[in-house]
């Protein structure tokens, strides 16, 4: 029966979400049940994407990733996919209208990762991280407004901001492992193999405008998002707190993580802050 695959397909992203991302799993379980799967099959889809061009080493990326394309144009127009991730998804894009540029621009950004490795300029860094972070933003508030487009042209460029803060904080974190291993660069005119105090707190200025922006948008979000996106939001904001006190020489030789203890402490505040309507 249609009706089981389609159960299972649900699962299969609610999985994906929970393997993947611990702290995106716990805000999202904070958003309210009528929204919560559609997020978890957004993220399954960029999740998957992001594998292809990051992870599959021993493969031929670019056949995978032309394959997972070609599935998700099928997925989109013929409302179904075998492909669990893909399946679920397009029942999402569906539902609330994602527009097809959104999709389309986050799929350029990812073809990109199978060829480009350093981003010379602002243009094409600020291009990047559009197709990469704010169009994956402004679907889940496709999602978060149901469809409203009133309220989603009100909060887009926030959704954006609280996108691109969340793509540079992973970009600063991950330095090491971008640089290292995928032998990539994303930040323009920083050079890695030197980079000191100066060029780490303009990254972080940057980002913490972003954050600044961002969070303007999520205390205008509808009741059901509010809270999950604010617990996200304040997980971040703490990631970055972390990497703002570390040196730079050490953010180039590892990985910086907050603790789960820190994390539940985040989470319980949050709530607080939430309840009393401080947000």
Same mark, same amino acid.
């Given at each position: 029966?249609?009706?089981?695959?389609?159960?299972?397909?649900?699962?299969?992203?609610? @999985?994906?979400?929970?393997?993947? !991302?611990?702290?995106? !799993?716990?805000?999202?379980?904070?958003?309210?049940?009528?929204?919560?799967?559609d997020i978890h099959n957004i993220?399954?889809?960029?999740?998957?994407?992001?594998?292809?061009?990051?992870?599959?080493?021993?493969?031929?990326?670019?056949?995978?990733?032309?394959?997972?394309?070609?599935?998700?144009?099928?997925? *989109?127009?013929?409302?179904?996919?075998?492909?669990?991730?893909?399946?679920?998804?397009?029942?999402?894009?569906?539902?609330?209208?994602?527009?097809?540029?959104?999709?389309?621009?986050?799929?350029?950004?990812?073809?990109?990762d199978l060829s480009k490795s350093?981003?010379?300029?602002?243009?094409?860094?600020?291009?990047?991280?559009?197709? !990469?972070?704010?169009?994956?933003? *402004?679907?889940?508030?496709?999602?978060?407004?149901?469809?409203?487009?009133?309220?989603?042209?009100?909060?887009?460029?926030?959704?954006?901001?609280? &996108?691109?803060?969340?793509?540079?904080?992973?970009?600063?974190?991950?330095?090491?492992?971008?640089?290292?291993?995928?032998?990539?660069?994303?930040?323009?005119? @920083?050079?890695?193999?030197?980079?000191?105090?100066?060029?780490?707190?303009?990254?972080?200025?940057?980002?913490?405008?972003?954050?600044?922006?961002?969070?303007? &948008?999520i205390c205008m979000l509808p009741?059901?998002?509010?809270?999950?996106?604010?617990?996200?939001?304040?997980?971040?904001?703490?990631?970055?707190?972390?990497?703002?006190? @570390?040196?730079?020489?050490?953010?180039?030789?590892?990985?910086?993580?907050?603790?789960?203890?820190?994390?539940?402490? *985040?989470?319980?505040?949050?709530?607080?802050?939430?309840?009393?309507?401080?947000?």
């Open positions: 029966m249609k009706e089981i695959f389609d159960l299972v397909s649900l699962k299969c992203s609610k @999985t994906v979400t929970k393997s993947y !991302s611990t702290s995106f !799993s716990t805000a999202t379980q904070m958003l309210a049940p009528s929204i919560r799967q993220y399954g889809f960029v999740r998957f994407a992001d594998e292809i061009v990051d992870s599959f080493h021993d493969y031929d990326k670019k056949s995978l990733f032309d394959r997972f394309e070609n599935d998700l144009e099928y997925a *989109l127009s013929d409302k179904i996919s075998l492909n669990p991730i893909l399946n679920s998804f397009q029942r999402t894009y569906h539902k609330y209208g994602i527009e097809k540029h959104l999709v389309e621009s986050f799929m350029s950004s990812m073809r990109l350093e981003y010379l300029n602002e243009t094409e860094f600020k291009e990047y991280i559009y197709g !990469s972070a704010d169009v994956v933003g *402004l679907m889940c508030l496709t999602v978060f407004v149901k469809g409203d487009r009133k309220k989603y042209e009100e909060l887009k460029q926030c959704a954006m901001s609280l &996108g691109s803060a969340f793509q540079k904080v992973n970009f600063l974190r991950d330095l090491k492992a971008d640089h290292e291993d995928l032998s990539r660069s994303y930040f323009p005119n @920083t050079n890695l193999d030197q980079l000191d105090e100066i060029s780490k707190n303009e990254i972080i200025r940057e980002i913490e405008a972003d954050f600044a922006k961002g969070l303007e &948008g009741v059901e998002a509010k809270f999950g996106v604010y617990t996200a939001y304040r997980y971040y904001r703490k990631l970055l707190s972390k990497l703002k006190k @570390t040196p730079s020489l050490e953010i180039k030789n590892a990985r910086i993580r907050v603790p789960n203890y820190v994390k539940a402490s *985040l989470l319980a505040r949050s709530y607080v802050k939430y309840r009393l309507k401080l947000i």
